[in-house]
């Protein structure tokens, strides 16, 4: 049984895989001090990076779980995410309102997806 982890430090690995499933730690906004839109967008890029760097893609996502500061921001962060899944390739899903590790991040992903 192998398990890699990939761009670990000391409390964290960004990307782990293991049975050719790869888990990726939250994921958040590239500039915290833009608006939901702005930081659902850069969040999923960066999604989308650490999957391309683990041998994956937003296609072979099985879960997601999407922390929103305040519902609030919902329908922003969904109008988003909605216009980014591809049809047919909607993984599981849950959103739920949480406070995040710094007040000025709106949103937070935690992603599990298949290896291609």
Same mark, same amino acid.
């Given at each position: 049984?192998?398990?890699?982890?990939?761009?670990? !430090?000391?409390?964290?690995?960004?990307?782990?895989?293991?049975?050719?499933?790869?888990?990726?730690?939250?994921? !958040?906004?590239?500039?915290?001090?833009?608006?939901?839109?702005?930081?659902? &967008?850069?969040?999923?890029? +960066?999604?989308?990076?650490?999957?391309?760097?683990?041998?994956?893609?937003?296609?072979?996502?099985?879960?997601?779980?999407?922390?929103?500061?305040?519902? +609030?921001?919902?329908?922003?962060?969904?109008?988003?995410?909605?216009?980014?899944?591809?049809?047919?390739?909607?993984?599981?899903?849950?959103?739920?309102?949480?406070? &995040?590790?710094?007040?000025?991040?709106?949103?937070?992903?935690?992603?599990?997806?298949?290896?291609?």
């Amino acid at each position: 049984m192998t398990i890699q982890r990939i761009d670990s !430090t000391p409390r964290m690995s960004r990307i782990v895989e293991h049975n050719n499933t790869i888990y990726l730690c939250g994921q !958040t906004a590239k500039d915290a001090n833009a608006d939901i839109t702005q930081q659902t &967008i850069t969040t999923l890029e +960066k999604v989308e990076e650490l999957l391309e760097k683990a041998g994956s893609d937003k296609k072979h996502i099985l879960s997601v779980t999407i922390y929103v500061r305040d519902m +609030k921001d919902f329908a922003a962060m969904n109008e988003v995410w909605d216009n980014w899944v591809e049809d047919g390739h909607q993984p599981a899903r849950a959103c739920v309102e949480a406070r &995040i590790a710094r007040p000025e991040l709106l949103v937070e992903m935690s992603v599990i997806a298949a290896k291609k």
